[in-house]
């Protein structure tokens, strides 16, 4: 039975299959986790929306929906607002899940621009 981190990262991977643009995805998850470690997932969550536009940040919402993280629901226009709506201890939880989450998003990403862009070999 695998375990939740090997669930998460599954799940991350198959999310990351279909992200277009890589560089901007990096930059985009780079900075969603580091803005919910500094302000808060609510701010982190203000700040997807803040830069719908760019499409690494509207990425990013579409692939939290199938981590399953509770009180998110099921469409990704609903998860800022759900969030901001959250009772304490759900808001607390959900931003522990939402770090794992992105965590896994971020690895995922770099192993696929890895993939794309394999080391030069110097002889």
């Known amino acids: 039975m695998p375990t939740r981190e090997q669930e998460r990262a599954k799940t991350a991977y198959n999310c990351i299959r279909t992200v277009l643009d890589l560089d ?4 985009a998850v780079n900075t969603f986790f580091t803005t ?3 302000s808060g997932l609510a701010s982190a969550m203000s700040l997807l929306e803040r830069k719908s536009h760019d499409v690494g ?16 629901g099921n469409q990704s226009n609903n998860i800022p607002e759900n969030v901001r709506r959250m009772e ?11 770090l794992r989450a992105v965590y896994w998003l971020k690895r995922a990403a770099q192993a696929k621009s890895a993939m794309a862009n394999p080391p030069v070999q110097r002889n």
Not at 24 to 27: D, I, P
Not at 88 to 98: K, W
């Open 36 to 38: 919910i470690l500094r």
């Open 88 to 98: 304490v201890g759900a808001y607390i939880l959900a931003t522990r899940q939402t």
């Open 57 to 72: 940040f509207n990425e990013i919402l579409s692939h939290l929906i199938p981590f399953g993280i509770p009180g998110y």
């Open 24 to 27: 901007s995805y990096k930059s």
